[in-house]
């Protein structure tokens, strides 16, 4: 149905605009959920606990990025080019062998998970009592393929608002089913820990529990996904008649052709993410040998790392990328019909755009790091504001980084993303070893590996793309002012949060502070010309800057 028709135009161009975004940025909203949920997770089974849930869950993340995310994508370009030449049964002959290869693999990998569960939390990782959680991790993997399956075939016959759909459900349940399995184990492994005598089993169960929410959620939305099969189904046999098909694929063309084509984005996904898993072995290495200090509390300081630290930068970082990936499918059509001079120009925009909410959003946050932590967290929690106050650039580095990479993906330059993932992993892994290994400086060693990791993976994904489309940098209009008016008015949120704090409360002073920054960001992007009236008429209560441009002369 077409949306603009008649009287209906209006409507459906405002139901259309609402929803765009809303299923375009369904991975990066799924990914913020998926944050957040550590942070309730963490008041549930404590610090300890969460770090001895973080290797279970990085492993399933892991996995799933071939089994799931990466085979949906290629599923999805495969089934919709024989859809769009009516081959609609080799349509389904794809979906029935992705499934069976996919879910075939997914059980070989989980039941090696199984018998190597010991040796990967005693070598892998270093963490003996997480054994538990990453065998419950195991299962989960097998049900998070047959989603990436469901979601691939979905998306190949036009149906992305589905995968959408899935996504936040899958997300929601997570939420709710991690957080009542793991208070619900908790309380199991309290008891088991006053009969042995252990308090790690209290944690043990907890991070258990939490993984099997992880997997019930995956169940959840198998249950949800199977259904909607069903009710779709019978459309797709009523098109197999009018089949425009001239020979049936063979079970094994099509998977060798999905497989490879999935290949390449899995390698770059596992590897953007592989740091997490690398880096607790690293820092619990690190622990260890500092046993007269910290070796005892390792667990807990990686959990309070990985359900504090990593949740607000990670969030912040999601959310200037929210700011700007909305325009690289603009700038990819423009690529694609050759309007070199648009695309470049769609390029300075959404650069601009992401240096102006990148800038302020770390820089606040290291502003307001000790308010923030205060607000959302509790137990011990000294160490996390001078963390996130030390490595509050990579909020920047990693939007940066990351905007580029889906840039390069869109535009399939996969090789060059490829290298610069690996070059990044390689220096970042150098790091590590150098400052948590060798230098044993735990955390913040972590932090300087993550910096160098996301300086080297935004540089090289930018020249890649600079080389490729010719394109240059506005460097003071677009990153060099925006950077300036953010150190401005972070210096005035700098002094809100020391001297508000106390008096005035954790809420107030984050209240007060981010008022007072965005209102001086603003203006400064008003008075150095980066912004001006057309901008500020699209943003939320825009017409009191405008108005106030005007009073003081700078619009």
Request: proline share 2%; with cysteine; charged share 15%.
């Amino acid at each position: 149905m077409r949306l603009q028709m008649r009287d209906g135009s209006r409507k459906g161009s405002v139901i259309a605009g609402i929803r765009m975004p809303f299923i375009q940025s369904a991975g990066v909203l799924s990914y913020i959920l998926l944050l957040v949920m550590r942070i309730p997770l963490s008041r549930n089974i404590g610090d300890a606990g969460m770090g001895l849930f973080a290797p279970a869950f990085e492993i399933f993340l892991l996995v799933t990025f071939l089994t799931s995310y990466s085979m949906a994508g290629a599923m999805t370009g495969v089934i919709r080019y024989r859809v769009k030449r009516e081959q609609h049964k080799n349509a389904r002959r794809v979906f029935g062998a992705v499934f069976t290869m996919d879910v075939l693999f997914s059980i070989v990998v989980a039941a090696g998970l199984v018998l190597a569960s010991a040796k990967i939390a005693d070598i892998l990782v270093l963490e003996p009592a997480s054994r538990m959680a990453i065998l419950a991790a195991a299962p989960t993997i097998v049900f998070a393929a047959i989603i990436g399956t469901f979601r691939g075939y979905f998306s190949g016959y036009g149906l992305g608002t589905l995968s959408a759909h899935s996504q936040y459900i899958e997300k929601t349940a997570m939420i709710f089913c991690t957080l009542a399995c793991s208070g619900t184990f908790y309380k199991y492994g309290n008891k088991v820990a006053a009969l042995v005598q252990r308090k790690e089993y209290s944690f043990a169960y907890g991070a258990l529990g939490a993984m099997v929410g992880v997997m019930l959620s995956q169940v959840i939305t198998v249950i949800y996904l199977l259904a909607v099969y069903v009710l779709f189904s019978g459309a797709t046999r009523g098109k197999a008649k009018e089949d425009n098909s001239k020979r049936a694929e063979t079970r094994f063309s099509i998977q060798r052709n999905v497989l490879l084509s999935c290949l390449p984005t899995a390698i770059v996904a596992i590897f953007t993410n592989l740091f997490m898993l690398v880096d607790q072995r690293m820092f619990n290495y690190c622990m260890n040998r500092r046993v007269e200090e910290l070796g005892e509390i390792r667990t807990a300081m990686w959990g309070a790392f990985y359900s504090k630290f990593a949740v607000l930068t990670g969030v912040a970082a999601a959310i200037c990328l929210l700011s700007a990936s909305s325009m690289t499918g603009r700038i990819k059509n423009a690529y694609d019909r050759e309007e070199y001079r648009i695309m470049r120009e769609r390029m300075g925009r959404a650069v601009g755009r992401l240096s102006m909410v990148a800038f302020p959003v770390a820089i606040y946050l290291a502003a307001l790091a000790e308010a923030v932590v205060s607000c959302l967290f509790k137990g011990e929690t000294e160490a996390v504001a001078p963390w996130i106050q030390k490595g509050a650039v990579v909020i920047v580095l990693c939007g940066f980084g990351f905007f580029f990479a889906q840039l390069l993906l869109k535009l399939h330059m996969l090789w060059e993303l490829l290298i610069s993932v690996l070059v990044s992993l390689a220096v970042h892994l150098l790091t590590a070893y150098l400052f948590v290994q060798k230098a044993l400086l735990g955390a913040d060693g972590v932090i300087y590996a993550m910096i160098a990791y996301f300086a080297v993976f935004a540089g090289l994904n930018f020249v890649f793309l600079s080389r490729n489309l010719k394109y240059r940098q506005s460097w003071l209009s677009g990153v060099a002012f925006p950077a300036a008016a953010a150190v401005v008015s972070g210096l005035a949120v700098m002094l809100i949060g020391r001297f508000m704090l106390e008096p005035a409360g954790a809420v107030v002073t984050i209240i007060t502070g981010i008022v007072a920054g965005v209102f001086l960001d603003l203006t400064m992007l008003m008075v150095l010309r980066v912004i001006g009236e057309e901008e500020l008429s699209r943003m939320p209560f825009g017409f009191f800057f405008i108005m106030f441009g005007k009073n003081i002369g700078v619009l």
